[in-house]
């Protein structure tokens, strides 16, 4: 059972660039998250989904967009990446049934 | 938009002294979260209050949901090293759909 995985781990962009942050979970949750964390602060809620075929958006979605077109899955599009968008980015889920949000080890994106 | 602001931003502490950690909002949340974070890693459920008042404890960790559901606090007592790192508390709203808002982060550092 590996819970929540994340690819790639380390990321350098230039601006304009695309890139799409890759979640996997393997605990048959419904709801997943996509988060962003700026150094020393606390998370900010980017995206989430409660299901298959299911996202909406959270509190900072510019710039952002995702899929969910399996429960596994949860990935993450930059279409034009910004040196705004220098983060350390955490995909995290919890069942249905539970508060508990299990998180990912999350990718550090680096835009210059 | 809902706030929770944490205090201190920063703590350094002996080992074996003891120390609270305040979580504050003006909003009302359903529940509130827990979470400790390593360099590296993403964060780790501690505990989850939910009811106004509720105090759980864990080992040498005692946390307190306020009577409102407005506010929260962490006490640690006899600090370890084994203690350090981010604590971040979260509030969920609306259990069936729950988003959580995190806090600002208290980083926490037991001097041996």
């Known amino acids: 059972n590996a819970g929540v995985t994340q690819t790639p781990k380390f990321r350098i962009l230039k601006i304009g660039q695309s890139m799409t942050l890759q979640c996997t979970q393997d605990?048959?949750?419904?709801?997943m998250y996509w988060y962003r964390q700026d150094p020393g602060m606390g998370l900010k809620l980017i995206y989430y989904?409660?299901?298959?075929?299911?996202?909406d958006k959270g509190e900072v979605p510019n710039g952002y967009n995702v899929s969910r077109s399996t429960t596994e899955d949860f990935p993450l599009r930059l279409e034009l990446a910004a040196p705004s968008q220098t983060s350390v980015y955490f995909c995290?889920?919890?069942?249905?049934?539970?508060?508990?949000?299990?998180f990912g080890p999350g990718t550090r994106l680096t835009v210059t | 938009t809902q706030l929770l602001e944490q205090s201190p931003q920063f703590l350094s502490i002996q080992e074996g002294e003891n120390l609270t950690v305040y979580c504050n909002s003006s909003?009302?949340?359903?529940?509130l979260q827990w979470y400790r974070q390593e360099p590296g890693e993403g964060p780790v459920l501690l505990v989850t209050?939910?009811?106004?008042?509720e105090v759980k404890k864990l080992k040498r960790l005692t946390f307190q949901f306020g009577d409102a559901r407005k506010d929260s606090s962490l006490h640690i007592t006899a600090a370890q090293p084994g203690d350090t790192g981010l604590y971040l508390c979260?509030?969920?709203?609306?259990?069936?759909?729950?988003?959580?808002?995190f806090g600002t982060g208290t980083r926490l550092t037991i001097i041996p």
């Open positions: 989904s409660v299901g298959a075929g299911i996202t």
């Open positions: 605990m048959n949750h419904n709801y």
């Open positions: 909003s009302v949340f359903s529940s």
């Open positions: 995290a889920s919890r069942s249905t049934s539970a508060h508990e949000q299990y």
């Open positions: 209050v939910v009811t106004g008042g």
């Open positions: 979260a509030g969920g709203t609306n259990f069936g759909n729950e988003k959580l808002t």
